[in-house]
């Protein structure tokens, strides 16, 4: 079946600095990638849409230079969190669409849980 | 406003019972598809069980069912024998248009955490 290995797991990190997230389907070629965010007990939030080899859509209220995406390739998509606060604390996960992989074309992550201390 | 409501924060329910967890949608376009997704504590999204617009009978995938109501744009999933694992929150989503369109995203309702007691 269709696969998206997402990581880190989880990460912590200090305040001020840079993480990546990355997102990559092993089975399949994802033509596009969605990021969500979700704080606890809370929906699945859609931060933004990128398609491989162009720009990534970002939703409203969405900072892109914070939460910079990259999608270089059909298997991989990475998200950055710049300069990260303690606000930026949260569970990342993404999502892989594909006209041929299984579960009806969405395939999601692992997720990330990001602390930011 | 909500294209996906779930209006049921918690749910509990004893083992080996059936539980409802009720979903609404909103939407104006004839082609589209409602997900379930169950997320343990781990965070991973488990895909339950689909259900395209057009389908003429309700999708069934072992325990779990899903009750479409088409004319109420009702979604509910039913989970018959309830077992301690099913313990998790519930998520309704929604993908407007048609299946081939790439480049349209879930959207999750709010959610519902199911509790099975013993």
């Known amino acids: 079946g269709a696969v998206v290995s997402q990581h880190p797991s989880w990460v912590i990190c200090k305040s001020g600095t840079s993480v990546k997230i990355e997102c990559r389907s092993l089975?399949?070629?994802?033509?596009?990638m969605f990021w969500y965010r979700q704080f606890p007990k809370q929906s699945l939030m859609l931060m933004a849409t990128s398609n491989e080899g162009s720009k990534a859509t970002y939703e409203q209220g969405v900072e892109k230079d914070k939460f910079l995406i990259n999608h270089a390739s059909l298997t991989l998509s990475t998200l950055t969190v710049t300069s990260a606060h303690p606000e930026d604390s949260s569970f990342y996960i993404c999502s892989a669409r594909s006209r041929t992989g299984g579960n009806y074309g969405y395939t999601f992550g692992s997720g990330t849980r990001l602390t930011v201390v | 406003a909500q294209k996906i409501t779930q209006t049921q924060p918690g749910m509990f329910v004893q083992e080996k019972e059936a539980v409802t967890l009720d979903c609404t949608y909103d939407?104006?376009?004839?082609?589209?598809?409602l997900f379930w997704y169950k997320q343990p504590s781990s965070g991973e999204m488990i895909f339950l069980i689909y259900?395209?617009?057009?389908?003429?009978q309700n999708a069934t995938e072992g325990r779990y069912s899903l009750n479409f109501q088409k004319a109420r744009k009702s979604a509910n999933l039913v989970i018959s024998a309830s077992q301690l694992g099913d313990s998790a929150m519930y998520f309704c989503a929604m993908r407007e248009g048609t299946p081939n369109q790439a480049g349209t995203a879930l959207i999750f309702g709010k959610g519902t955490t199911l509790s099975v007691s013993s």
């Open positions: 259900q395209g617009s057009y389908d003429q």
């Open positions: 089975d399949f070629q994802a033509t596009t």
């Open positions: 939407t104006s376009d004839p082609s589209y598809g």
